[in-house]
């Protein structure tokens, strides 16, 4: 599967943004899915995870109630609701899949996207 993901930029502090991911592929229902964010200087972390059935599996405690993680397997598009955001969510965000949603969690997925990059002013 090949993932594009966009709508990344610059927002202030207490602002929202909403990532989106178009995957190619007609089985793109049978994977999990996620957001995973790589800050200057830092490891990967991952954000949020939805399994294939759309089940929501995970979200990182630094995100829980702000951000929302949702897909649509019709459209073969994962979609990141970003709430109140802050400057430490400036990352360079991508969309991820594996067939294995354990993958994803460990953001060593099989498949990601380009990256879009997220820059939270404060």
């Known amino acids: 599967v090949q993932l594009q993901a966009s709508g990344g930029g610059l927002v202030q502090s207490g602002g929202s943004l909403r990532l989106s991911c178009a995957a190619s592929?007609?089985?793109?229902?049978?994977?999990?899915v996620g957001w995973i964010r790589q800050a200057p200087d830092k490891e990967r972390d991952v954000v949020a995870v939805?399994?294939?059935?759309?089940?929501?599996?995970y979200y990182a405690d630094s995100v829980k109630g702000r951000f929302t993680i949702s897909r649509d397997n019709a459209k073969n598009t994962v979609s990141l609701q970003m709430n109140s955001l802050e400057p430490e969510d400036t990352a360079v965000y991508y969309c991820?899949?594996?067939?294995?949603?354990?993958?994803?969690?460990?953001?060593?997925?099989?498949?990601w996207g380009q990256g879009t990059l997220v820059t939270v002013s404060s």
């Open positions: 991820a899949a594996d067939s294995n949603f354990k993958k994803v969690i460990l953001t060593t997925p099989d498949f």
């Open positions: 592929g007609r089985t793109f229902s049978s994977y999990a």
């Open positions: 939805m399994v294939r059935s759309g089940g929501v599996m």
